[in-house]
């Protein structure tokens, strides 16, 4: 049927409809992210961060500061943001992150060619309490001709209205991974595990995903889905909504809980990757560890001998460990990458010297977006 497949080409695409993102009409820019992230998995993966340029430990808003710059004298290669309260129209996220702060964030990253991940932790719909406060029925609540509906497809207006703003220099728009439902195969979230059924969490995807694609005009989205830990193919394509509907492949994992052991950590991990590489060579899909850490980084030389280790024998587009919030709140402790003076930071600059693991400087050779 090859035949067929030429005549449906895209205009933009002369090469093989393969490299060719979710969205027919995606962007250059975009169409020339994802090629790249494809090509560059040769090289190495990049490495990520979760709002690395608002605060790290110790410190907020320090222009130009960043905890990976501190340690590395280079900034990381790709950048995560959070929406999570974007749709009550607050003016700070979840985390505190103003979002004007984060626009700017995410403006000065694209322009030194770094990559931007976006996720949302969105508040449950239909009760009103936050995202890891479940409801039955929430999600059928917001499907096409649900109670809920209509206030969810506002919500998605508010998100379309913050994507349409990030512009680069020449008025382009700047090509965002967008990480919905992110962990769906857990139950802590209203839409994951079985706090719905996986044809309604995949009517979910369809519906959100054209929305923002035919109704809000976004060509400049690319689509994460990411499970959290997972332990078969079958278990991680559970609630796949499909392949033209998804860009990136991933899963989330923390070194922790039952898994505080390296040489367990490091075996799991591996096993889990291994699956990953199998579901994304034949989805043909960007695979990516779209969150990773181990919390307050215990081990001195955890970056070479136990994560980079066991991510020598995969391939991967990128991975992105989780935020620096330092003292919370509530009095707990969050970090996931070194901060100055941290156990791990020496090891960190090892692993950051691995010709596998890329950040800004890296990446910035590579014009990712030419
Ligand atoms: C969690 C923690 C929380 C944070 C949430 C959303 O893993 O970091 O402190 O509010 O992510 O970013």
Same mark, same amino acid.
């Given at each position: %049927?090859?035949?067929?497949?030429?005549a %449906?080409?895209?205009?933009?695409?002369?090469?093989?409809g393969k490299?060719?993102?979710?969205?027919?009409?995606?962007?250059?820019e975009?169409?020339?992210l994802?090629?790249?992230?494809?090509?560059? %998995?040769n090289k190495?993966f990049?490495?990520?961060?979760?709002?690395? +340029?608002?605060y790290?430990v110790g410190?907020k808003?320090?222009?130009?500061?960043?905890?990976i710059h501190?340690?590395?004298?280079?900034y990381?290669?790709?950048?995560?943001?959070?929406?999570g309260r974007i749709e009550?129209d607050?003016?700070v996220?979840?985390?505190?992150?103003p979002?004007?702060?984060? *626009?700017?964030?995410?403006?000065e990253?694209?322009q030194?060619g770094?990559?931007?991940?976006?996720?949302?932790h969105?508040?449950?719909?239909l009760t009103?309490g936050?995202?890891?406060q479940?409801?039955?029925?929430t999600?059928?609540s917001?499907?096409?001709?649900g109670?809920?509906?209509?206030?969810?497809?506002s919500w998605?207006?508010?998100?379309?209205?913050?994507?349409q703003d990030?512009?680069?220099?020449?008025?382009?728009a700047?090509?965002?991974? +967008?990480r919905?439902?992110h962990?769906?195969?857990g139950?802590w979230?209203?839409?994951?595990?079985k706090?719905?059924?996986?044809d309604?969490?995949?009517q979910?995807?369809h519906?959100?995903v054209?929305?923002l694609?035919?109704? *809000?005009?976004?060509?400049?989205?690319?689509?994460a889905y990411?499970?959290?830990?997972f332990?078969?193919?079958?278990a991680? +394509?559970?609630?796949?909504?499909?392949?033209?509907w998804?860009?990136?492949?991933?899963?989330?994992?923390?070194?922790?809980?039952?898994?505080s052991k390296?040489e367990?950590f490091?075996?799991?991990?591996?096993?889990?990757?291994?699956?990953?590489?199998?579901?994304?060579a034949?989805?043909?899909?960007?695979p990516?560890?779209?969150?990773f850490?181990?919390?307050g980084l215990?081990?001195?030389?955890w970056?070479?001998?136990?994560f980079?280790?066991?991510?020598q024998?995969h391939?991967?587009a990128?991975?992105?460990?989780?935020r620096?919030?330092?003292?919370?709140?509530?009095d707990?402790?969050?970090?996931y990458?070194?901060?100055k003076?941290?156990?791990?930071a020496?090891?960190f600059?090892?692993f950051?010297?691995?010709d596998?693991?890329l950040f800004?400087?890296?990446?910035?050779k590579?014009h990712?977006?030419?």
């Open positions: %049927m090859l035949f067929l497949s030429s %449906m080409a895209q205009p933009h695409s002369t090469a093989a490299d060719l993102p979710s969205d027919p009409q995606a962007t250059r975009t169409v020339n994802y090629r790249h992230l494809k090509e560059l %998995m190495g990049l490495f990520g961060h979760q709002d690395d +340029l608002a790290g410190w808003y320090v222009p130009g500061r960043s905890d501190d340690v590395t004298g280079d990381p290669a790709l950048y995560g943001w959070e929406l009550l607050h003016a996220n979840l985390d505190s992150v979002f004007d702060k984060m *626009k700017q964030f995410i403006t990253a694209y030194r770094g990559v931007i991940t976006i996720s949302w969105l508040n449950n719909p009103g936050s995202a890891w479940p409801a039955a029925g999600v059928a917001i499907l096409p001709g109670e809920k509906h209509a206030l969810y497809q998605l207006d508010k998100v379309a209205t913050f994507l990030l512009k680069g220099p020449k008025g382009e700047i090509p965002i991974i +967008l919905l439902f962990e769906l195969n139950n979230f209203w839409w994951g595990g706090n719905c059924t996986p309604e969490l995949k979910l995807w519906f959100t054209g929305y694609r035919d109704q *809000k005009h976004l060509h400049n989205l690319l689509y990411n499970t959290d830990r332990t078969s193919e079958s991680w +394509l559970q609630r796949y909504p499909g392949n033209r998804v860009d990136i492949a991933g899963f989330d994992v923390y070194q922790a809980y039952n898994l390296n367990d490091s075996r799991e991990f591996d096993k889990t990757l291994g699956l990953l590489d199998k579901i994304a034949d989805s043909n899909k960007i990516a560890l779209t969150e850490g181990y919390n215990p081990d001195s030389t970056w070479t001998q136990v980079g280790k066991t991510l024998g391939q991967i990128y991975a992105m460990a989780w620096n919030a330092g003292r919370k709140q509530d707990s402790f969050e970090f990458v070194p901060y003076g941290q156990g791990s020496e090891d600059i090892h950051y010297q691995d596998r693991t800004q400087r890296d990446v910035t590579e990712l977006y030419h």
